[in-house]
């Protein structure tokens, strides 16, 4: 018997929650063709061997809630997410999808998912889901990708950016694009209700999409209506749906914003366990960090984000507009402007703004903080991205001990040294995972290894329907991670997020080696655009 490469003398966490055993893991071809007990494959022949004794060896991580949808096709090496183990992305969150795009509305669809868009030079040569993910093939990928079809892209595509209820006719062409990006490879759906022009649809439209989902059995991924104020309303919602539809609903990146709702995660999960019970597919995922990052305008009122940006923009030129938005934020807005910080803005304005809070932005620029808000958005065209705080530690707690928890990140595959490296992004495009396991696991023990691993690769290739991922037994494909667990670590912050995490040895996706002894192997394009089944 032969084999391409032997892990030797690591401790092996399969994925499935079970105790860490040592092992020994031989990988022929892109499969794991065996795990022996140490020194059991001693006689084996094979091209390589790796010692990785006193290291952790599981399962690539599953990223179920990634935006790399176009950063992978500027630099299909994914350093941010290899750097920290991941071997597989579930894109297209948020209902924000490259694809379908279809000519006629290819600008506007690149227009309402810009946020994700970080690199210019990326051709757009695609119309469809089918043709999207030929083009993410041929490029090539480091890490393997599993895109969901956003309903961002999807009503984009047969309506424009028009604001309002689709009528009946309208919204049977939206569910029948929906279908057929599921019969092109799609893995799910995803809704992006808090972003234009998505943030317009009503119970019919929703629950439209979700008899799309039930019929192929799909995921459906769902950025709710709110995550402040209303956030338990907005669980009730997506449940509705999911008790209408029979969909497997997977509620996205469960948190709430703003002292005042501190406590509501609690009582969305009360909700999540009521529908669980009653025989309803429901999960949720989380990242390990208490601030989110999304466009600044999400803070806008709906009325003000009819559409899309080239509409804000012209709004907020408005005098009497800017003083609706300031009087409706006075009792709307559930955050601090010392809670929201500049994360990325156009270049004339990185000296002034970047980093920094909108209450010492506004100073800079001699505003009172909302209206330097206001004038950041109208000055930008809307390109201007927040890192927003406010969360609860004790929800973000709640979140992760649930059994329905998968770790996603909310993240992009990025190059800091390149067109994506742009801003100063949320450092957990970076470091999510390492920050699990260091942090969560061996600092503060608040899950075990084998229970964090699962929520990071058994757990999230369950729900997306990867066969054959998320854990390691004798046949699985063979993507792995291998880490010191008593080193594994987070080094970034909000104010330098690019740094590297600490405690990655090697990385291998298919077979093949993308990090070796920390290294990455920029050649090296293993990953395959995957469906579910």
């Known amino acids: 018997m032969t084999a391409d490469i032997v892990l030797i003398g690591g401790v092996m966490v399969d994925g499935t929650g079970t105790p860490g055993r040592p092992a020994d893991v031989a990988i022929t071809g892109d499969r794991i063709s065996a795990i022996a007990a140490p020194g059991a494959l001693e006689a084996l022949s094979a091209s390589t061997r790796l010692d990785v004794t006193g290291l952790v ?20 090496r994914a350093t941010s997410k290899v750097r920290q183990g991941v071997t597989t992305e579930i894109t297209g969150n948020c209902g924000m999808s490259p694809a379908p795009a279809p000519p006629e509305q290819r600008h506007a669809v690149r227009r309402a998912i810009s946020i994700i868009d ?76 808090m972003y234009p022009p998505a943030m317009f649809a009503d119970l019919e439209e929703f629950a439209a999409l979700g008899r799309a989902v039930r019929r192929h059995d799909a995921l459906f991924a769902v950025h709710m209506r709110n995550y402040g104020d209303a956030l338990v309303p907005a669980v009730e919602e997506a449940i509705a749906v999911a008790r209408e539809t029979g969909c497997r609903l997977q509620i996205s990146h469960l948190a709430v914003a703003g002292r005042r709702n501190w406590g509501s995660v609690r009582q969305a999960l009360e909700r999540i366990d009521a529908g669980r019970a009653a025989g309803l597919d429901i999960a949720a995922d989380i990242y390990p960090y208490l601030a989110g990052s999304a466009n600044l305008s999400q803070l806008l009122p ?45 270049d004339d304005l990185v000296p002034l703004v970047l980093g920094r809070s909108l209450v010492d932005a506004g100073a800079t620029l001699g505003l009172a903080a909302d209206e330097a808000a206001l004038e950041l958005m109208a000055r930008t065209e809307d390109r201007v991205q927040m890192v927003a705080f406010g969360r609860s530690p004790d929800d973000l707690l709640a979140v992760l001990e649930h059994p329905a928890t998968s770790i996603g990140s909310d993240g992009l595959s ?38 964090a691993i699962a929520m990071s690769t058994s757990i999230p290739a369950a729900r997306v329907r990867l066969a054959d991922r998320g854990t390691l037994r004798e046949g699985a494909f063979a993507d792995i991670t291998v880490f010191d667990a008593a080193t594994i670590l987070d080094r970034n912050s909000f104010e330098d997020p690019t740094r590297f995490p600490d405690g990655i040895a090697h990385v291998l996706v298919n077979g093949v080696p993308v990090l070796r002894d920390g290294i990455q192997l920029d050649d090296a394009r293993p990953g395959r655009v995957l469906t579910a089944g």
């Open 302 to 346: 709906g009325w003000a984000q009819e559409g899309g940006s080239l509409a804000i923009t012209e709004r907020l030129r408005d005098p009497a507009v800017r003083a609706r938005i300031r009087h409706e934020w006075t009792t709307a807005l559930h955050l601090g402007w010392d809670e929201v910080f500049v994360s990325l803005v156009d």
């Open 118 to 193: 970080l690199d210019p030079a990326v051709a757009w040569t695609w119309a469809t889901m089918g043709e999207y993910r030929a083009a993410l093939a041929e490029a090539g990928t480091a890490v393997n990708v599993a895109p969901l079809v956003g309903h961002v892209a999807l009503r984009v595509a047969v309506n424009g950016e028009d604001p309002g209820v689709l009528g009946a006719t309208v919204r049977g062409r939206l569910e029948a694009t929906a279908d057929r990006a599921l019969d092109e490879g799609a893995v799910g759906i995803s809704t992006g209700l």
């Open 57 to 76: 060896v599981a399962p690539g991580f599953v990223d179920i809630h990634t935006h790399s949808d176009t950063t992978l096709l500027s630099d299909g």
């Open 414 to 451: 990025l190059d800091r040294d390149g067109p994506t490296g742009v801003g100063r992004p949320h450092p957990r495009s970076y470091g999510c995972y390492p920050r699990l396991l260091g942090r969560f696991v061996r600092q503060d023990g608040t899950l075990t290894l084998e229970r």
